[in-house]
């Protein structure tokens, strides 16, 4: 499976971006996916997840109820709408897939296909 993440660019505090994350293959319907960003000289963080089906999210306590992660199956795409953004959010953004499926989970290392990223800047 292939991810091509999309969307990211400069943003002013208090705006909002909509990242897009499509998949080619055919087990994104069964793969959970998440968001992890990467800011400069620190580790890889958890930033939100959905399971296969869509019914379950899980965000951390930084993005919670200012991002929202969603997805379409029939597109092979996921989504991270960010409102209210923060200088702090400025990261790359990765979005990722599980396919083992079971409890999404905040680790990276739980899962096993990664995009090539997303450069989103707030300035302040």
């Known amino acids: 499976v292939q991810l091509q993440a999309s969307g990211g660019g400069l943003v002013q505090a208090g705006g909002s971006l909509r990242l897009s994350c499509a998949a080619s293959g055919r087990t994104f319907s069964t793969s959970h996916m998440g968001w992890f960003r990467q800011a400069p000289g620190k580790e890889r963080d958890f930033v939100a997840a959905i399971t296969s089906t869509g019914h379950i999210k899980n965000y951390s306590d930084s993005v919670k109820e200012r991002f929202i992660i969603s997805r379409d199956n029939a597109k092979n795409t996921v989504y991270l709408q960010m409102n209210s953004l923060k200088p702090e959010d400025t990261a790359v953004y990765y979005c990722?897939?599980?396919?083992?499926?079971?409890?999404?989970?905040?680790?990276?290392?739980?899962?096993?296909?990664w995009g090539q990223g997303t450069l989103v800047t707030v300035s302040s």
């Open positions: 990722t897939g599980r396919i083992r499926g079971g409890r999404i989970s905040r680790a990276p290392e739980n899962y096993d296909y």
